[in-house]
């Protein structure tokens, strides 16, 4: 496969085969993880691999609460659905509900100190730091795809993070970027995924004014 096409069809795995991932390939996609960028270099980013049924099962039993309030929200018609809103929804539950059956969570981990976020000062949300953490991330989920694994990423464990940390034994000064589930596809990757095109991204010179390819 060639990269362009490994980027286009790399979706959000959430049916799995019964079927276990071996450490060889787990190896290999933590290992185009390390490829990512970073700040200085300082690589803050480490692995958890968890394929202890008991662990996926606690950690389940967080996602779940936040996943509910989701659902509960768009049954009280809180939330507004489009067609294809209703069928990642439906994925997405699917997902929830069985998810400790996965073969393998990959837990995200990045040494805060070494994330050299130069946006800390700003009236606004920090974001800066997550740009030493998830180019790896990718990374790991693009060599998944090239292997014909599935991922899917998920932040909801993030508000948990006092739970996750004591579950896995993380450090003090260490913190949860996000989980990655990794299997064997039960569905086949789709062709193309749904994205804005490049006019309804892209500016030229100053925001707003759009980008025209000559
Ligand atoms: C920060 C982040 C958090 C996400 N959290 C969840 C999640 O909790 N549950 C889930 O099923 N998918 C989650 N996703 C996957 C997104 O729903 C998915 O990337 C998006 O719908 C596009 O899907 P596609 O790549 O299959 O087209 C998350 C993705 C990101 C980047």
Redesign the pocket.
Known sequence: MNLTEIIQT???C?FYRDEDVSDEHIEKIVSAARFGPSGGNRQPVSFIVVRDKTVKDKMQALYLPF?NTYTQAINEGMVKLGTKDKR?VS??DH??RHLAEIPVFLIVCARLADCHATDTELDRLSIVGGASIYPAVQNMLLAARDIGLGT?????LCHVEPEIKNLLNIPKDVSTA?MVTVGWPEKPF?SK???VPVSEMTWSETYGNPFVAE
């Open positions: 790399n979706n959000t959430r996943w990642i994925a997405a997902f929830a899917a990423l998920t932040t909801l996000a789709p995924l749904q994205r």
